[in-house]
Nanobody, 126 residues
Framework: QLQLVESGGGLVQAGDSLRLSCAAS????????MGWFRQAPGKEREFVAT????????YYEDSVKGRFTISRDNAKNTVYLQMNSLKPEDTAGYYC???????????????????WGQGTQVTVSS
């Protein structure tokens, strides 16, 4: 089993920045494709960003392109989500997820991922 623990959420104002972290344990982190998803109250979970095992390939949901950056440090078993220029519509629970790669360049569906963290709340006030 791969365990994932998110941290770094909080309450910020519109325009502020936050960096979320997701620490992994239990398996060889460096072989996993990692993703960030979010879910706002009353809404479906949505894809935010994904990164391949080496960090060389990333992919973002359109509304966060240019504002969010996903990265990873395999030596620290951690994946990050740097969020800049936050907007009230970014308010959600943010979840990291992991899967073993199987040939696709990136994975954007929640059902693509086998392991999930408990989430960290991000609230952006206007």
């Amino acid at each position: 089993q791969l365990q994932l623990v998110e941290s770094g959420g909080g309450l910020v104002q519109a325009g502020d920045s936050l960096r979320l972290s997701c620490a992994a344990s239990g398996r060889t982190f460096s072989i996993y494709t990692m993703g960030w998803f979010r879910q706002a109250p009353g809404k479906e979970r949505e894809f935010v960003a994904t990164i391949n095992w080496s960090g060389g390939t990333t992919y973002y949901e359109d509304s966060v392109k240019g504002r969010f950056t996903i990265s990873r440090d395999n030596a620290k078993n951690t994946v990050y989500l740097q969020m800049n220029s936050l907007k009230p519509e970014d308010t959600a629970g943010y979840y990291c997820a992991a899967r073993l790669p199987s040939g696709k360049m990136y994975y954007t569906r929640g059902s693509d991922y086998a392991y999930w963290g408990q989430g960290t709340q991000v609230t952006v006030s206007s």
